[in-house]
């Protein structure tokens, strides 16, 4: 096994390595919404509340949030190679585990370990590319990995169907096996190893502990407050969140090599990105939350119909996706990211502009016109992250890029609630508004990005 990746592997190799990357990012990706579909099941078969059970999302959610940073900086430090490979053998025992579990409280502590190996694949996934594909081809792996993560995520629900159609809510999680030991053998063989290695000596554990705190109270609080918690809850985690995260940033920032990346949102070109990222994820989860209420409970459309009219979103951005990459190695990745958003934001007005009584297609052509504008901004983007960081910071910048789409996703569900809560009658119109909004705003951002040179891997 080489010790350095000068520019790239070579081709027999890097199929390989990059289908290592598909199954891995897939898994983590699906397992994250796999879930939703079975949730009453699920509740059903362990004797637990509604209420309760959506811990089973939660705590998958919050491990990846707050174990994402740290994973990346022990990327860094250790190798991506050993990070990516350890959370595949973790996802995949733990699924073992989910599968298995006789209680709530069992099945929530399986998904909050199969969160860190989750988290693991997610944290140095886009770092390894930057290693399996050579400078001039990165844009290629960044447009197969933003159009490997769209799939998952829009087929997690169809799967789920289609599994729970022929058997128990287990094999939801026992698919993994197969797919995971695939997996870790291609990893074990193909992924090559780290060439430059980060500065830092030792792991920095309290940074870790501050930095699972402040995310993991910034989530707890967003999702608490989607859920209706009392709101002397929600503050009191908002006002330790802070405290916490303030003394976290200010030691970080006195650290040569920082857990939390701050030396790289130094770099402009990284963070308008990084800021672009939260903004589009925001703006997309605002739709996404918000449209089935508005499909179903005002259109009077079935949860079938409901997921096909969902669907032309993420068909669309699978198809731009892998194109925006090509077009990254010739086109500045601001111009790319300023249209997509565009094209995006042109999309949820039209959205938010539907007629009382709208026929299929004209809700198939708006959601395609969103999913194709995100798709051209994605790749690029996600291209533009990794190449302005330094190679020996390619895994702190990776967990940045995960770190942005997860809080991205958080704020857009919150501000769904916060919506509903406000403007009862109009909450889905008054979502889609704000997305179209959001969109506009990242569209503006990524606009700055044409000042900036362009990024090199």
Do not use: K
Not at 432 to 447: E, F, K, P
């Amino acid at each position: 096994m080489d010790n350095h990746v000068l520019d790239g592997l070579p081709v027999p190799r890097r199929y390989g390595a990059i289908v290592a990357i598909i199954f891995g990012i897939a898994m983590a990706v699906l397992d994250g919404t796999i879930t939703n579909v079975a949730l009453p099941t699920i509740a059903r078969d362990l004797y637990a509340s509604p209420a309760a059970s959506i811990w089973v999302i939660n705590a998958y959610q919050i491990a990846i949030v707050v174990a994402l940073l740290p994973l990346s900086f022990l990327g860094d430090m250790v190798g991506y190679r050993r990070v990516y490979q350890c959370g595949l053998a973790l996802f995949t025992l733990t699924s073992l585990l989910c599968a298995f579990s006789t209680s709530l409280e069992m099945l929530t502590f399986a998904r909050v370990l199969q969160g860190f190996g989750g988290a693991a694949l997610m944290s140095v996934n886009t770092a390894l590319i930057r290693l399996i594909y050579p400078q001039r081809q990165l844009g290629r792996g960044m447009g197969i990995n933003s159009f490997i993560v769209a799939v998952s995520a829009a087929s997690g629900p169809t799967l789920a169907a289609a599994i729970l159609s022929v058997a128990s809510w287990q094999w939801l999680f026992l698919v993994n096996i197969p797919v995971g030991i695939a997996a870790l053998v291609l990893a074990l063989r193909f992924l090559p190893a780290n060439g430059a290695r980060s500065l830092a000596t030792h792991f920095d554990l309290p940074g870790a502990v501050m930095n699972a705190l402040t995310f993991g109270l910034l989530i707890a609080a967003l999702s608490g407050f989607a859920q209706g918690q009392p709101v002397a809850l929600t503050l009191g985690e908002v006002i330790v969140m802070l405290i916490v995260g303030t003394i976290f940033i200010r030691r970080q920032l006195r650290l040569p090599v920082p857990l939390l990346p701050v030396d790289l949102l130094r770099i402009p070109l990284f963070s308008l990105s990084i800021g672009t990222s939260i903004l589009s994820f925001c703006a997309q989860m605002l739709a996404l939350v918000s449209l089935p209420f508005f499909l179903q409970g005002v259109l009077g459309r079935s949860e079938v119909e409901t997921g096909l009219l969902l669907t032309p979103w993420p068909l669309a951005t699978m198809v731009m996706a892998p194109l925006a990459g090509y077009l990254i190695e010739r086109v500045h990745a601001g111009v790319l990211g300023a249209l997509g958003l565009a094209v995006m934001a042109c999309g949820l007005f039209a959205l938010a502009m539907l007629p009382a009584e709208p026929a299929d297609i004209d809700i198939v052509w708006r959601m395609a016109l969103c999913g194709a504008g995100f798709g051209l901004f994605q790749s690029p983007n996600n291209h533009t992250i990794i190449a302005s960081a330094p190679r020996n910071r390619s895994g702190g910048a990776s967990g940045m890029l995960g770190t942005a789409r997860l809080l991205g996703q958080s704020i857009g569900a919150a501000l769904v609630a916060l919506m509903f809560n406000l403007f009862a009658t109009q909450g889905t119109h008054i979502s889609l508004w704000l997305a179209g909004g959001l969109a506009t705003l990242a569209a503006l951002v990524s606009g700055l990005r044409i000042r900036q040179p362009r990024a090199q891997a």
